[in-house]
């Protein structure tokens, strides 16, 4: 949060840097700085605006810096994201953008996103959806995350995983193994190949390869999403994401 306390040394700075040269920092006397501090106290108080507009210009720099980051950290995780086996894909296998969503089972913030998800793929045909198990909230979510993978492995269609997906992050209570493991024998999952495939390597590198992605990119909550080449963090909403969808296929909010 920007405060007028931590600017007050910024502003100082400032009027010190705009004087010539000759009168740098070194030459003041303790009253010339006094009589500095002062002109510079009494002018934010006459113009608080000023502070806001630093303020709005600093959080644009650096909302621009981040954006740039994360551009290159979403093209040097381009074929993992958008191509590992070990993700699940839904939606239109061959759509012209990559919608990619990370999340954790016990995110109440991704239980009311699922809806956005589910109305994005109805309503657009050529979105290609793609989800990834990032259980970042404790025990329970790193153990509901397991069964989701092992239900993947038995599923490359996604059609039973989604049904096991929208039962367990759609349901009541904290999510852990048995809680998955009842959505997984709803959504008609094999329960014997299920366990088998839990004590699998494949569900610690489908899990490891997931954070990894997510630390490149600097995402420490959920949900969070790549869509196109942007990151976006956080439960944007519907139409949030429409306008992401839409910038990324072409170029303006509103295709």
Do not use: W
């Not at 621009?64 to 993700?87: C, I, M, Y």
């Not at 009541?172 to 193994?177: L, P, S």
Request: net charge neutral.
């Amino acid at each position: 949060m920007f405060s007028i306390r931590s600017f007050a040394p910024i502003a100082f700075a400032l009027t010190v840097a705009s004087l010539p040269a000759a009168a740098n920092a070194q030459t003041f006397t303790d009253g010339q700085r006094g009589e500095i501090e002062k002109i510079v106290k009494d002018y934010l108080l006459s113009h608080p605006e000023i502070l806001e507009d630093v303020s709005n210009e600093l959080s644009k720099r650096q909302a621009a810096a981040d954006a740039e980051k994360h551009q290159a950290a979403v093209k040097k995780n381009a074929d993992t994201l958008f191509n590992s086996p070990r993700g699940v894909v839904l939606g239109n296998r061959s759509g012209d953008v990559n919608f990619v969503e990370f999340f954790d089972y016990n995110c109440g913030y991704c239980k009311r996103a699922m809806s956005d998800m589910l109305d994005l793929m109805k309503s657009d045909s050529k979105l290609r959806v793609t989800l990834k198990e990032f259980p970042v909230l404790g025990p329970g979510s790193v153990e509901a995350a397991r069964v989701a993978v092992a239900v993947r492995m038995q599923d490359p269609g996604g059609k039973k995983y989604l049904d096991f997906h929208q039962k367990l992050l759609g349901g009541r209570g904290q999510a852990d193994k048995a809680r998955a493991l009842a959505a997984a024998k709803d959504a008609g999952v094999d329960m014997a190949k299920l366990e088998k495939d839990l004590a699998s390597p494949e569900v610690d590198a489908t899990l490891t390869e997931n954070f990894k992605m997510a630390e490149d990119m600097g995402l420490n909550g959920t949900p969070s999403y790549v869509i196109g080449n942007q990151v976006v963090v956080g439960a944007v909403g519907l139409e949030g994401l429409t306008k992401k969808i839409s910038e990324a296929r072409c170029g303006k909010a509103t295709c």
